[in-house]
């Protein structure tokens, strides 16, 4: 009897319980031994017979995904959750951009724009769950759970390939047949080539679920697999999954025959079409249109080929999940790249937004002489006399409490033993910074506010905006670390010391500095290259980036989409990795039976939520708005949040809230005395 590999697995596992029989399946041992021994019964009807018996049906599936190494898992975890933020924003932002351009109003958007909602779903589907996974001790999923993942992935994968055979349909239509292209592609004639391209993904994913629904699970259930995939879940069961594997086979290889030979038909005819172009400029718009649209079908239809297309005694699970990679996360993230880059209408579509914002930020200013700025006048918070002396004492005795505050948090994680943790570490690196991130802004602030020359010279502003950026940016990254640091203590307790080791700690603190200077190298560079002939006049108390942008007279739409993408990139990764360590942390939290143990994580906890709120808080109402709402007076006050107000009230936090930095600071005062 020849058996496939998935049967040798299963046969091995049938072996096993023939060792430990009754603690297992409850079978008699002469039972099993006969199934076994007796060289004419086959698999299929030797997995019938432990069917038949008590074996208990898994309840849940371990996902294997990528590596068991920790700091592997921590790596992965910061490249994908990045690329699912910027999938998310790149899609997004092409269905705004779509909705909001008349221009864009046409079938091959409207297929373009129903392409990016599809890719939104698609990754939804299994990113989230890989990113939880990642931070996972231990991976599991529930019978229900895995089959829900299965079929929405099955209907979201099956409805991309059929909405890139229309849009290849599409083209093919407007380059071949352009007089009748507004007949042949109406509203109605695309919104049923949509419905009928989910049509065909349900369709598909009820089939091969339903097939699924027979197979029995009572073996391994480990999937080897970073989700709940077809060849990975047959692999695993108890039952014979030939007929699985046969329909998914016949399914798959029908619907990519149709979809590829719907996109290679096109192809031949738009080809021949465009050489017969004399047209230059036409040539370029057709070529621009349908190699965007080439790009993504070759690398969704490369890795998903590779997948499905290849024998079973070739498959490789590991060489399965880097193609799944690729079609399941890196296409929907590169998708709306490749037809922002490459296609002409997309990027104008994108100028004339930037445009629309830009005038509206030069209505707002007041033109002086055109000539070129050297110095720049500071507006500070307010012009009315009688408010400078009040501000000036409020500021000054925040600068005290913030450098009193700190420095004193600093000394006493610096002389305190019970205080040399990683946790402390992160918070004296912390302290730092605020420290840092204050001294850029307050002293030059309260020598304006009593001296009528508020002038700030060019490479002073320019060295002003870096160093904020550095510090903003590397104080987002450390409480992120620090939320991480959190999760490992509390989840992870025993793994603790060896997780966040001294060289892990400075590494993750180096990085957090080299990424801020990154940040701030980028966005000093791409400001001051500007020209600033307008006005001199920054309504705001120091120099930041939205007031520098409304007194530049140069084309600024590229740097807007750069700054946006930037802070939206590390604001919501951040974000991302503070909201996932917490969702482990509460449970871990509410499982600790002692009291005391309780009341010690919660105060920690509560104190970096505290600080995290506060921070975040104002830096999304400052720089995630819509242009439409921008007001830069606003702005002052929500700056004044985050560069003044949180320096000051983080070590209060830390100290009010956090029992050991009050035990500890009781012990200092002790051996003063």
């Known amino acids: 009897m020849t058996c496939s590999f998935a049967e040798e697995q299963d046969l091995c596992f049938l072996i096993k319980i023939n060792a430990s029989l009754t603690s297992v399946c409850g079978e008699t041992r002469n039972t099993l ?12 009807n030797c997995a019938t017979m432990v069917a038949k018996g008590n074996c208990t049906p898994s309840a849940e599936f371990i996902l294997s995904g990528f590596s068991e190494q920790e700091d592997v898992q921590a790596v992965l975890f910061m490249v994908f959750s990045v690329i699912y933020v910027v999938t998310l924003l790149g899609n997004l932002g092409m269905l705004v951009l779509i909705r909001l351009d008349a221009q864009l109003h046409t079938p091959m ?17 299994i990113t989230p769950r890989l990113l939880a996974d990642l931070l996972a001790e231990k991976k599991a999923i529930s019978y229900s759970a895995c089959l829900a993942q299965f079929y929405f992935y099955a209907v979201f994968a099956t409805t991309e390939c059929y909405l890139l055979a229309v849009m290849a349909y599409d083209r093919y239509v407007a380059i071949c047949s352009p007089l009748l292209y507004a007949i042949s592609m109406s509203s109605r004639v695309c919104v049923l080539l ?14 091969h679920t339903g097939f699924a629904l027979r197979l029995s699970f009572c073996g391994p259930n480990i999937i080897n697999h970073f989700y709940c995939e077809g060849p990975p879940l047959y692999a695993i069961s108890c039952t014979d999954p030939t007929i699985n594997e046969i329909m998914m086979f016949v399914v798959v290889g029908f619907n990519l025959f149709v979809t590829n030979l719907t996109i290679l038909v096109s ?5 021949a079409t465009i050489l017969r172009m004399r047209s230059a400029a036409s040539k370029h718009k057709a070529f621009s249109t349908c190699t965007s649209h080439l790009t993504a079908v070759t690398l969704f239809y490369g890795s998903a080929a590779s997948m499905y297309s290849r024998p079973s005694s070739r498959h490789s699970q590991d060489l399965d999940k880097v193609a799944s990679v690729f079609y399941t996360v890196v296409t929907p993230m590169l998708n709306p790249l490749i037809y922002s880059l490459r296609n002409q209408e997309v990027k104008d579509a994108l100028g004339r937004a930037m445009e629309r914002k830009r005038l509206k930020a030069l209505q707002r200013m007041s033109p002086v002489n055109h000539t ?15 408010l400078q002396v ?36 992160f918070l004296g690196h912390l302290a730092f910074v605020d420290v840092c991130y204050s001294s850029i802004i307050l002293p030059k602030m309260l020598v304006q506010i009593l001296t009528e020359e508020k002038t700030i010279g060019f490479s002073g502003c320019a060295t002003q905006l870096c160093c904020f950026i550095v510090f903003g940016v590397t104080e987002c990254l450390l409480l992120a670390v620090m939320a991480y640091d959190r999760y490992v203590a509390i989840c992870k307790p025993l793994l603790y010391p060896t997780i966040m080791d001294r060289w892990t700690c400075r590494w993750l603190v180096a990085g957090s500095y080299a990424v801020g200077v990154l940040h701030a190298v980028t966005h000093t560079t791409f400001i001051f290259t500007f020209s600033f002939c307008r006005s001199n006049v920054i309504n705001h108390y120091f120099c930041d980036i939205a007031p520098l942008l409304a007194l530049s007279c140069s084309d600024t ?12 990139i590390n604001c919501l990764s951040t974000m991302t990795i503070i909201f996932v360590s917490y969702t482990f942390i509460l449970p871990a939290v509410l499982r600790i039976r002692s009291p005391e143990g309780r009341r010690k994580a919660f105060s920690t906890c509560a104190s970096h939520l505290t600080v995290v709120t506060m921070f975040y808080g104002a830096i999304l109402f400052m720089y995630l708005r819509p242009s439409s709402t921008y ?32 035990a500890a600071l009781r012990r200092a005062v002790g051996r003063r005395q």
């Open 33 to 44: 031994t006969l199934c076994f021994s007796a060289s004419l019964l086959s698999y299929s």
């Open 109 to 125: 958007y409207f297929f373009l724009s129903s392409l990016s909602f599809l890719d939104i779903c698609y990754s939804s589907s």
């Open 194 to 207: 949509v419905a009928g391209s989910y049509l065909a993904g349900i369709m598909n994913a009820t089939i």
């Open 267 to 271: 192809y031949t005819y738009i080809l």
């Open 372 to 386: 070129d700025v050297h110095r720049f006048v500071l507006l500070g918070l307010t012009t009315r006399p009688d």
């Open 390 to 425: 009040p501000l000036f004492l409020a500021f000054l005795a925040m600068y005290m409490v913030t450098l009193l505050g700190n420095f004193g948090l600093i000394i006493l994680i610096r002389t305190d033993l019970h205080l040399h943790t990683p946790m402390y570490y």
């Open 557 to 568: 739409h590229t740097y807007e989409v750069v700054v946006l993408a930037l802070i939206s």
């Open 631 to 662: 007001a830069l007076d606003e702005n002052k006050r929500a700056t004044l949040l985050y560069t003044i107000m949180t320096p000051t009230l983080n070590p209060l936090v830390y100290s009010l809230r956090n029992r050991e930095v009050k």
